[in-house]
């Protein structure tokens, strides 16, 4: 399809372990975001990328999130020693002028 | 300090009736409103937006108001429909370039059920 994709769909992992969570946007969209939304709240933007610029990370909750957009287009979110308060659902999203379009998301269960 | 506030945490409506969502925002410098639908196990899909240089946009069943002096904007659903039912989210995004440009600042969204 030509929306956004997400991978994996869902993720069980230990505490303490590392996680990557992978962003396909659309082709051509030059911008991505990153959010989450953990059980019950609203979504929470963590980072974004607009071309070549220097992201804006000014939502990452702490220095064990870091992302990665290689060549524009695809993006890796990692969460490196991952606790439990991480459990939540990992939202991209890609822009054509206006409207962020939004994968699936990556549900993160951290146990 | 949040920042975009979707004060009622779901809403029961029945079939063709009309369905308004409520939402509030506090920082100034949104000049772009957007609403939300998403589906359990999916992405959030886009509904509407306004700009705030306008206080109404309508698309189909679905129209946005906005009150900028209120710092307030809503969602009306007229006929409202079962397949409406879903978690709608009011999001906003601030005037101005730079890095921060095109972030969105989500509400905590209302659960929408339509009842036959």
């Known amino acids: 399809g030509a929306g956004v994709s997400q991978s994996p769909s869902n993720k069980v992992t230990e505490k303490g372990k590392d996680v990557e969570l992978r962003c396909d946007p659309i082709?051509?969209?030059?911008?991505l975001y990153w959010y989450r939304q953990s059980l019950g709240q609203g979504l929470e933007f963590l980072i974004y990328?607009?071309?070549?610029?220097?992201?804006?990370k000014s939502g990452l909750p702490s220095d064990r999130f870091s992302a990665e957009r290689t060549g524009g287009s695809v993006s890796t979110l990692t969460i490196q020693r991952t606790q439990q308060e991480d459990s939540a659902v990992y939202l991209c999203?890609?822009?054509?002028?206006?409207?962020?379009?939004f994968g699936p998301g990556t549900r993160l269960l951290v146990l | 300090d949040q920042q975009v506030k979707q004060n009622s945490p779901s809403l029961s409506v029945q079939e063709g009736r009309i369905s308004i969502l409520n939402c509030d925002y506090t920082?100034?410098?949104?000049?772009?409103f957007l609403w939300y639908k998403k589906y359990p196990a999916e992405g959030p899909t886009f509904l509407i937006s306004?700009?705030?240089?306008?206080d109404k946009n309508e698309d189909g069943r679905f129209t946005v108001f906005l009150n900028k002096s209120a710092k307030h904007l809503s969602l009306h659903i007229v006929p409202s429909q079962p397949g409406d039912s879903a978690v709608y989210f009011c999001a906003a995004r601030a005037s101005g370039g730079g890095t921060s440009y095109g972030k969105l600042t989500f509400g905590q969204g209302t659960i929408l059920t339509v009842h036959p």
């Open positions: 990328f607009q071309g070549n610029s220097a992201p804006d």
């Open positions: 920082n100034s410098m949104f000049d772009y």
């Open positions: 306004i700009s705030s240089i306008k």
């Open positions: 999203a890609s822009t054509a002028k206006e409207t962020q379009y």
């Open positions: 082709s051509g969209h030059t911008a």
